[in-house]
């Protein structure tokens, strides 16, 4: 395992670094937590976490998360008399996925330490004999029920979702197009892998052609436009009209490979840069129309207080003296 440090790097646009499951719209609706924070712990314990984007995608201190959910007063310890203690559950292959990665420490120093990706860390949590884990492990439990029945009715996670960005002050009109979106995104990333784009490396360059056809820049470019920092989602900082024409792209997309009946690489890439150019051309009408560009600076810091404007207006308040 390396000890260097690592520099993060900014992750692609939605899932595309990552190898695709486009019929598992519960895979997806997961992919859009804010993967800067733990959920299942408070803002306090939170602070308390190390972590540090690595490989695209946030990795978590080992001992700091064990140290919270055992209650122990040397974590470092506890640790290595579990890892010991665990090797009859299966748990060697656990530790394989941990690596050792540099943080800050408690005198300011960067130190290499034990680090997971949220899955891993997941796993560890479960084998912590202790009363308080046995929250964290009750929540595992209800999750994985919870996905269990969106893999059976889909419309489960499709409210999940919106509940989500309704109670992170998305407004219900921003909510619709972008679980829109995410239906349209599955649908393509399944025609790609059906027709040969397989890897993730080809889904990030089909996706990354289509958006610059799109938006007349790249994904990359885009984030920087919108100021995001590392495991931010772009679309969650998309405006109602970007992740409109995003959406026409890709449903453009999806009936040229389906009419065309386009296999391999380069069929595909032919369709996403003609689909790229009826969007590209959809901006620039929008562009002309307004007067302003379309690839907006707005980003979810702006979009999340939409809602409480929203209820804040004067067409609320009639609303609310007339019932």
């Keep these: 395992m390396g000890t260097e440090d690592q520099q993060p790097t900014p992750p692609a646009d939605e899932t595309t670094t990552q190898p695709v499951n486009a019929n598992d719209l519960t895979n997806v609706v997961s992919s859009q937590r804010d993967e800067q924070t733990l959920a299942l712990f408070n803002a306090e314990a939170n602070e308390r976490i ?11 201190s080992v ?15 506890y640790w290595a008399k579990l890892k010991e203690r665990v090797q009859d559950e299966g748990f060697a292959q656990v530790l394989t996925k941990c690596q050792q990665l540099k943080m800050r420490s408690a005198d300011g120093k960067m130190r290499t330490t034990d680090a997971a ?7 560890i949590g479960q084998s912590i004999p202790s009363p308080k884990a ?12 919870e996905r269990l029945q969106e893999e059976e009715q889909p419309s489960k996670a499709i409210d999940r979702l919106s509940r989500m960005y309704a109670r992170q002050g998305y407004t219900d009109e921003w909510i619709g197009l972008r679980v829109k979106k995410i239906l ?28 610059e056809g799109t938006f007349a820049i790249t994904p990359a470019q885009h984030r920087e436009v919108k100021d995001l920092p590392p495991g931010q989602n772009l679309q969650d900082s998309m405006t109602g009209v970007e992740l409109a024409l995003n959406i026409l792209g890709e449903e453009v997309a999806t009936e040229l490979h389906q009419a065309r009946d386009s296999q391999g690489l380069s069929a595909l890439r032919d369709d996403v840069h003609d689909a790229g150019r009826v969007s590209g051309n959809a901006r620039k009408e929008v562009e002309a129309l ?11 810091k702006q979009l999340r207080q939409e809602r409480q404007r929203q209820l ?5 308040g009639e609303i609310a003296e007339e019932e």
């Design 117 to 123: 990706d949220r899955e891993t860390l997941f796993r």
């Design 134 to 145: 046995e929250p964290f492990k009750q929540w595992l439990a209800r999750t994985a029920e």
């Design 63 to 77: 001992i700091d998360t064990v140290g919270l959910l055992s209650g122990s007063d040397n974590p470092r310890v």
């Design 184 to 211: 349209v995104r599955d649908a393509i990333t399944l025609e790609w892998a059906e027709r040969g784009a397989r890897t993730s490396r080809q889904i990030a360059q089909l996706t990354s052609e289509l958006h």
């Design 50 to 60: 190390r972590k540090i984007w690595h490989d695209g995608r946030w990795w978590y």
């Design 290 to 300: 307004t007067g302003r560009p379309v690839v907006s600076p707005v980003n979810y």
């Design 312 to 316: 804040q207006s004067p067409l609320f």
